[in-house]
Antibody, heavy 120, light 107 residues
Framework: QVHLQQSGPGLVKPSETLSLTCTVSGGSISSHYWSWIRQPPGKGLEWIGQIYYSGSTNYNPSLKSRVTISVDTSKNQFSLNLNSVSAADTAVYYC??????????????WGQGTLVTVSS | DIQMTQSPSSLSASVGDRVTITCRASLSISTYLNWYQQKPGKAPKLLIHGAYILQSGVPSRFSGSGSGTDFTVTISSLQPEDFATYYCQQSYNSPWTFGQGTKVEIK
C-alpha cells in the first residue's frame, strides 16, 4: 500500500511562496501521476495540478501563473510551490496519487493534509 | 471548466436508511465521475470511480450510477461510520473539478 507523507511549513507570510513536499513510500514514484489538491477551511475541494514522473505537468488555469509542481524521482518525492500567496490561499493542502489513463483517472491514495495559513 | 452541482447540500438520516446523493455535470462527461467520502479532519477517501466501479475495500452498501450529466451515489443501509461529507469529481476535462459536497448528518 502506497503511503504519502507531507511536509512543509504551516504558516506563510503574504506575498511569499508556499512550499510543500510529499514523500512516497511503499511504491515507486516512477509510475502514475501525482496531484495536489486544496481545501479552504469549511469549504470544498480544488484541484491544483498534477505531475507525471517524467516531469510533465498539468495545472488548474485558475492558479497556473503562480504554481510549480516538480518531482525528484531519486528521493521518491514531489513538491508544490505556490508564489505570491494571500489570505485566499489559506487551506488544507493534500498530495495524492492519481491513477490515470488518458483523461480517465481518480485520486486513490492521499497524504494526511497540511493546514497552511497565510498571515503576517 | 466543467461545473459539478451536488444535491442536496446536506441531509439528515437515521442508521439503516437508504440515502441517495445526486451530482450533475454542466456538460456530458460520459462515466468519468468519481465519488469521495471525507470525515472531519481527514483526507478524502475514494469510494467509486468510473461512475459505478467500487474501489477495493469499499463496502457493497455503496453503489454508483449514471452517465452523461446525471449521477447518483446510494448507500443502501446507512451505518454509523457513513456520516461524512461526500464529493463528486469529474475526470473528463482538465481541470478536474469537484462538486460542493453533501454532508450526511445523524437524524
Amino acid at each position: 500500500q502506497v503511503h504519502l507523507q507531507q511536509s512543509g511549513p504551516g504558516l506563510v507570510k503574504p506575498s511569499e511562496t508556499l512550499s510543500l513536499t510529499c514523500t512516497v513510500s511503499g511504491g515507486s514514484i516512477s509510475s502514475h501521476y501525482w496531484s495536489w489538491i486544496r481545501q479552504p477551511p469549511g469549504k470544498g475541494l480544488e484541484w491544483i495540478g498534477q505531475i507525471y514522473y517524467s516531469g510533465s505537468t498539468n495545472y488548474n488555469p485558475s492558479l497556473k501563473s503562480r504554481v510549480t509542481i516538480s518531482v525528484d524521482t531519486s528521493k521518491n518525492q514531489f513538491s508544490l510551490n505556490l508564489n505570491s500567496v494571500s489570505a485566499a490561499d489559506t487551506a488544507v493542502y493534500y498530495c495524492a496519487r492519481r491513477w490515470s489513463q488518458y483523461t480517465y483517472g481518480y485520486e486513490d491514495n492521499w497524504g494526511q493534509g497540511t493546514l497552511v495559513t497565510v498571515s503576517s | 471548466d466543467i461545473q459539478m452541482t451536488q444535491s442536496p447540500s446536506s441531509l439528515s438520516a437515521s442508521v439503516g436508511d437508504r440515502v441517495t446523493i445526486t451530482c450533475r455535470a454542466s456538460l456530458s462527461i460520459s462515466t468519468y465521475l468519481n465519488w469521495y467520502q471525507q470525515k472531519p479532519g481527514k483526507a478524502p477517501k475514494l469510494l467509486i470511480h468510473g461512475a459505478y466501479i467500487l474501489q477495493s475495500g469499499v463496502p457493497s452498501r455503496f453503489s454508483g450510477s449514471g452517465s452523461g450529466t446525471d449521477f447518483t451515489v446510494t448507500i443502501s443501509s446507512l451505518q454509523p461510520e457513513d456520516f461524512a461529507t461526500y464529493y463528486c469529481q469529474q475526470s473528463y476535462n482538465s481541470p478536474w473539478t469537484f462538486g460542493q459536497g453533501t454532508k450526511v448528518e445523524i437524524k
